[in-house]
Structure formats: structure tokens, C-alpha cells
T-cell receptor
Framework: AQKITQTQPGMFVQEKEAVTLDCTYD???????LFWYKQPSSGEMIFLIY??????QNATEGRYSLNFQKARKSANLVISASQLGDSAMYFC???????????????FGQGTILTVHP | GAVVSQHPSRVICKSGTSVKIECRSL??????MFWYRQFPKKSLMLMAT?????????EQGVEKDKFLINHASLTLSTLTVTSAHPEDSSFYIC?????????????????FGPGTRLTVT
């Protein structure tokens, strides 16, 4: 079963406007972490924001904020004041709890291609 | 801090040859490194988890004998694609989980290398 779901293959936004990228997840763990990464055409993965399952406040990092709704198992990324340089592929990822040698491995969603129009 | 490098960034090889990709954590020690594979405009698929000093843990469906992973030190993991074929052409990305020596970073965060684009002709 898909553990991380991004239902928007592509999104368009006007420069300077805000945009929300959707992400839902499924896990039976109580302890988990949710990440958002940006991948421009160069291919590098750029860490944007992190939300721990026990964090009571929504994470924010500059223009990025994570709308964490635990009961709905959603972790949407909100980008405010979009810039042309925000055009890229965006991935939501989850790290499930537990120990062992595979601790820390991430499961990624399908990705959303964001295009910012001038 | 928290820089991960990969070498080479691009490689073209002939079918049947082997290719080695290096992943290095430059300013921190990474007891765990991860190898991902990504097809164009697709998601990252975890191939294996590499732990220093022990055998790698492969994800279901990944051929251990084809994708050899060695994590010889706390700063270096290598992925060798043996007897490469055109279907192995892909973007390979490594990541390292933050650990000892990581200044200014977070232990939960994974730091990704820039990726290696492999083309097998």
C-alpha cells in the first residue's frame, strides 16, 4: 500500500502568490517524521522542512510552512510569495519510527512538478 | 556543514561493464548511508541501506549481486553496478544520515549527494 501520496502531478502558480502542495501519509507508527524536498532540474535534493509526529506546532522555514493535520494524516507544504526559482519537482517523504540498521530510511511520494509563472 | 559528494556526476559505459559510484560525507561521519534510484520525472526508490562495517540491507526486488554496496568507512560508501545493461541507466542518488561531527545540522535530517547520471549504451 502506498505510504506517501501526492495527488497533484503538476501545479501552476503565479509569481508572488502562495501555493499548497498536498501530501497524505499512512503509518501505524506513533513516532515518525515528515519531510519536504525540492528537486530542481539539476537533480540535487534540497531539504526544505521537517515535521516530527510529536511536534505540536506546524513547522516553518522562511517562505515554507508545513500544514500538519495529524488526525487526517496530511502534511501539506505551503509556499508563500512564490518566486520563479521555486519551479521544480517537490517530494514529500516520511521516515517511520523504529530502530535497526535501516533506521532513517525515507519513503517518497510521487512528486509534484511546480511551475511558477511570471 | 553537512555536505555529501558523489563521484562521478555523469558516466557513460558500455553494456557488460561495471561502474562504481562513490558517495562521501565531507564534514561529518555517517554510520548510515542510503542509495536511491530515480527514473526521469519519477519518485526516488530506495535500493539499499548501507551501514559502516556491515553488509548492506537491500530493498525487496533489488538484486544484491548486481548492485554491490560497500561502506568501508564512516565517510565513504560505494555502489558498483556490475555487468551494466541499458535498463540500468538511471539517476542514482545517495544520502547520509547526520551523525557525529555534524555541526549546525540535525540528527534527523538526511543529506543528499548531487546524484550520478548513469547511461549504459
Amino acid at each position: 500500500a502506498q505510504k506517501i501520496t501526492q495527488t497533484q502531478p503538476g501545479m501552476f502558480v503565479q509569481e508572488k502568490e502562495a501555493v499548497t502542495l498536498d501530501c497524505t501519509y499512512d503509518t501505524s507508527d506513533q513516532s515518525y517524521g515528515l519531510f519536504w524536498y525540492k528537486q530542481p532540474s539539476s537533480g540535487e535534493m534540497i531539504f526544505l522542512i521537517y515535521q516530527g509526529s510529536y511536534d505540536e506546532q506546524n513547522a516553518t522555514e522562511g517562505r515554507y510552512s508545513l500544514n500538519f493535520q495529524k488526525a487526517r494524516k496530511s502534511a501539506n507544504l505551503v509556499i508563500s510569495a512564490s518566486q520563479l526559482g521555486d519551479s521544480a519537482m517537490y517530494f514529500c517523504a516520511m521516515r517511520e519510527g523504529g530502530g535497526g540498521t535501516s533506521y532513517g530510511k525515507l519513503t517518497f511520494g510521487q512528486g509534484t512538478i511546480l511551475t511558477v509563472h511570471p | 556543514g553537512a555536505v555529501v559528494s558523489q563521484h562521478p556526476s555523469r558516466v557513460i559505459c558500455k553494456s557488460g561493464t561495471s561502474v562504481k559510484i562513490e558517495c562521501r560525507s565531507l564534514d561529518f561521519q555517517a554510520t548510515t548511508m542510503f542509495w536511491y534510484r530515480q527514473f526521469p520525472k519519477k519518485s526516488l526508490m530506495l535500493m539499499a541501506t548501507s551501514n559502516e562495517g556491515s553488509k548492506a540491507t537491500y530493498e525487496q526486488g533489488v538484486e544484491k549481486d548486481k548492485f554491490l554496496i560497500n561502506h568501508a568507512s564512516l565517510t565513504l560508501s560505494t555502489l558498483t553496478v556490475t555487468s551494466a545493461h541499458p535498463e540500468d541507466s538511471s539517476f542514482y542518488i545517495c544520502s547520509a544520515r547526520g551523525g557525529a561531527g555534524l555541526a549546525g545540522g540535525n540528527s534527523y535530517e538526511q543529506y543528499f549527494g548531487p546524484g550520478t547520471r548513469l547511461t549504459v549504451t
